[in-house]
Nanobody, 109 residues
Framework: QVQLVESGGGLVQPGGSLTLSCQVSHNIFRDYMMGWYRERELVASISALGTANYVDSVKCRFTISRDNAHDTLYLQMNSLKPDDTVVYYC????????WGKGTQVTVSS
């Protein structure tokens, strides 16, 4: 069973930055379109070849990327707002694998 391990969350002040990581097991990561989700709502996705898409609320602030050699998905988050406070998860798009535990992001002064 594929395992997803998210990390990198934490407490940050408004306007700050965080980088989330998602480690995927089983060496199959490179074949799938991947996404970052807030709870279960997709906010960013990246194709197997690296084409990225974002929802309007994070466009120009978040950057999704992937390292296929290391089976890792990233989300660089800049200009964070209190509304970005939530648990973030990674998964395929559409969702295929079981959810990981996610990583909590809290934006607060």
């Amino acid at each position: 069973q594929v395992q997803l391990v998210e990390s990198g969350g934490g407490l940050v002040q408004p306007g700050g930055s965080l980088t989330l990581s998602c480690q995927v097991s089983h060496n199959i990561f490179r074949d799938y379109m991947m996404g970052w989700y807030r709870e279960r709502e997709l906010v960013a996705s990246i194709s197997a070849l690296g084409t990225a898409n974002y929802v309007d609320s994070v466009k120009c602030r978040f950057t999704i990327s992937r390292d296929n050699a290391h089976d890792t998905l990233y989300l660089q988050m800049n200009s964070l707002k209190p509304d970005d406070t939530v648990v973030y998860y990674c998964n395929t798009r559409p969702v295929i694998w079981s959810w990981g535990k996610g990583t909590q992001v809290t934006v607060s002064s």
